[in-house]
């Protein structure tokens, strides 16, 4: 289900492409299956696909001369592309946001159990073992889990061996 800010951004998309109530509607059972924007149907995905999809729209009718190019620094479309180089069919915006907080957690946990004086070996077994191959952003969370997990474990027992009383 899409947030309210990005509900707003697609009414936003809407009136700034030109596109009516009817046209807005089509365009969302066309790509999403549904027609409202608080349909919990609505991923990250078909948010990307629609933007880029009324961004078309705008830049073509901006170019036939029926529609006026907006000169506000808020506007959605204020850069001819922009949409649809930036989410590509791989990633979505969100998926790169995770990525890129999972890798500096990940690289976070790791060097905690390098300085618990566990290696690299170990780090790629845990590794190898939660991720079974796979590279994906699931596989970044199953391995972060793991981590976060086998660090509770270890700094716990070491604490132990450390205070026997």
């Known amino acids: 289900m899409l947030s309210r800010a990005q509900q707003i ?4 998309a809407q009136r700034e492409a030109g596109l009516s109530d009817d046209d ?3 365009a969302l059972e066309t790509i999403a299956d549904c027609r409202s924007s608080t349909s919990p149907a609505l991923t990250d995905r078909h948010l990307d696909k629609l933007l880029a999809y009324f961004e078309a729209i705008h830049w ?5 001369s029926t529609l006026q190019r907006s000169g506000s620094g808020i506007a ?6 922009y949409w649809a180089a930036k989410n590509t069919r791989e ?6 946001f995770t990525g890129t907080n999972s890798t500096r957690e990940i690289a976070d946990l790791e060097q905690q159990l390098t300085a618990l004086g566990f290696g690299g070996q170990y780090l790629a077994t845990i590794r190898r073992n939660v991720t079974k191959g796979r590279d994906d952003a699931h596989a970044l969370h199953l391995y972060r889990t793991a ?7 270890k700094a716990g027992r ?8």
Do not use: M
Request: glycine content about 2%; overall charge positive; proline content about 3%.
């Open 9 to 12: 951004l697609l009414k936003r």
């Open 24 to 26: 807005y509607r089509d």
């Open 60 to 64: 073509r009718s901006v170019d036939a």
């Open 76 to 81: 959605v479309f204020r850069q001819r592309g």
């Open 91 to 96: 990633e979505t915006s969100r998926d790169r």
């Open 147 to 153: 981590l976060a997990r086998t660090l509770k474990a």
């Open 158 to 165: 070491q604490e132990a061996d450390a205070n026997p009383f």
